[in-house]
């Protein structure tokens, strides 16, 4: 009897232990891939993209610096040659590119990077810098390019640095390594003055 009223009281158990179990095996089982957070943990990553042989030994012409022309003033109107009425200075640093190719074309993007140190003149807000970049195929200019690129200048009390691209340079696979390449401030012809008559 005794042990009757006890299996009574243990058969209970048992079977919402055992309810507990199915339950539990039925969430942790594949749900192809329904449960939250786990749609991407067996997926392969992305492919990258893979960078061919041919332009690792490819040629890319290298990228240079042009004398006098690392440096840039801006002065305020009226103001040429005042430091008084320096709005900025900028400066390049470093000059480098890379180049791709594709169905027989070679393209090369060139980036400059470098400084601007605010002057006595500056306001907060943007600044122009005028950088060109050139192309020299043997003595012939095949690409040249005046930008007219805009940085930021939002602390007037420190220097700021920024970074050029420019990507546009797409010319046919050379044969010949007699390449080029030009990068620096352009301030353009000098300003006509009114002559006196």
Avoid at 12 to 37: E, H, R, T, W
Avoid at 109 to 118: E, H, K
Avoid at 151 to 162: G, M, P
Wanted: with cysteine.
């Amino acid at each position: 009897m005794e042990f009757r009223l006890a299996d009574r009281h243990f058969l209970p158990g048992l079977i919402l232990a055992g309810f507990m179990l199915a339950v539990a095996g039925c969430q942790s089982g594949d749900s192809g891939g329904a449960v939250l957070g786990a749609e991407n943990k067996d997926a392969p990553p992305p492919a990258k993209e893979k960078v061919l042989e041919s332009e690792l030994r490819g040629y890319c012409p290298t990228v240079t610096l042009r004398d006098g022309t690392a440096y840039f003033n801006s002065y305020a109107k009226g103001g040429q040659d005042d430091p008084a009425k320096l709005v900025y200075q900028s400066s390049i640093a470093q000059v480098s590119r890379s180049c791709t190719r594709s169905n027989g074309m070679l393209n090369i993007t060139v980036a400059v990077a470098g400084r601007v140190v605010p002057g006595p003149a500056v306001k907060p807000g943007s600044v122009t810098m005028p950088i060109r970049i050139a192309v020299i195929q043997g003595d012939t200019v095949i690409y040249s390019e005046l930008h007219k690129y805009q940085a930021n200048i939002a602390d007037t009390s420190t220097a700021s640095q920024f970074v050029f691209n420019d990507p546009n340079i797409s010319l046919p696979d050379p044969t010949v390594r007699n390449i080029r390449i030009y990068a620096g401030f352009d301030e353009g012809p000098p300003k006509k003055t009114a002559s006196a008559q």
